[in-house]
């Protein structure tokens, strides 16, 4: 794994959005038929929740693999949507859902004793009343935002540092605990790349939300409009994570030898 220029993380987000263009559809729809997927098994009482984040890798593995027949000039099909729940691969990208529940857990923990409770409650309720709820604007401590804003960074930091788990253990035949060592050290060492990613991804997605309110003010209409634009956008990063997985690691094949592994591309 060579070091990367930070510009590559442009790269690959335009890499992405090349990807995107050629079969939109396909991977739109693949893309909210995980998401309705996610949200049954979440509904399941007590334990689905937990299930769904365990799921999240066997989930991506179907955009990561769509991506890749899109890359061989192949046609996404709806079958791809159980690229990852597949024997024998389903057991170790599992079990890399359990390190994604974990880091959940972890997070949720942090959360609960660095913002004191009464912020998610002045927003709840400012929720339900649609707006400054009464009495003047609601009482935040500075420290609850500051917390609330280093949480989210750090979510987003664990979600990168595990984006190529899942695809390291289905294309490289890695053990869940490797497939995370070498996911992790593959992020760290080009975090610069990833920041530019991020930044990139953001600011595009700020600037067309700022475009559309402008033109649709604040309607109902503008909240649907961003809601699709957010799903379509957490899309585009998966497609450039594909990206970066092909740069990092080597263009994936489907039959990998067990220990074949591949980190001398640059």
Not at 6 to 33: D, I, N, S, V, Y
Not at 53 to 72: D, G, H, R, T, Y
Not at 87 to 102: A, I, R, S, W
Not at 204 to 228: E, K, P
Request: charged share 10%; glycine share 8%.
């Amino acid at each position: 794994m060579n070091s990367l220029p930070a510009l590559t993380g442009w790269h690959w987000l335009k890499e992405g959005a090349g990807l995107f263009r050629q079969q939109p559809a396909a991977l739109t729809t693949l893309l909210f038929a995980n998401i309705l997927f996610s949200i049954g098994i979440s509904a399941v009482p007590l334990l689905g929740p937990m299930i769904a984040v365990i799921l999240i890798p066997s989930f991506s593995m179907a955009v990561m693999k769509a991506c890749q027949m899109i890359e061989n000039g192949e046609r996404v099909t709806p079958a791809v949507l159980l690229t990852g729940f597949r024997q024998p691969v389903v057991k170790d990208l599992c079990k890399v859902g359990l390190v994604y529940l974990g880091a959940s857990l972890l997070m949720a923990l942090v959360t609960r004793f660095a913002i004191d409770p009464g912020f998610w409650e002045q927003v709840a309720r400012q929720s339900r009343e649609g707006g400054q709820p009464q009495g003047g604007p609601p009482q935040v401590a500075g420290s609850d935002i500051l917390a609330m804003f280093t949480i989210f960074a750090l979510d987003v930091a664990i979600l990168m540092a595990l984006c190529f788990a899942a695809p390291l253990a289905y294309w490289q035949k890695m053990g869940p605990g490797k497939a995370t060592f070498y996911s992790f050290f593959a992020v760290v060492r080009s975090a610069r790349v990833f920041i530019v990613l991020l930044m990139a991804w953001f600011a595009i997605f700020f600037g067309i939300c700022m475009v559309i309110t402008l033109l649709l003010g604040a309607s109902n209409m503008t909240r649907v409009v961003i809601m699709w634009l957010i799903f379509l956008f957490v899309l585009l990063l998966q497609c450039a994570m594909y990206a970066g997985y092909r740069q990092i690691f080597g263009k994936p094949a489907d039959s990998v030898p067990a220990g074949g592994v591949n980190l001398t591309k640059p």
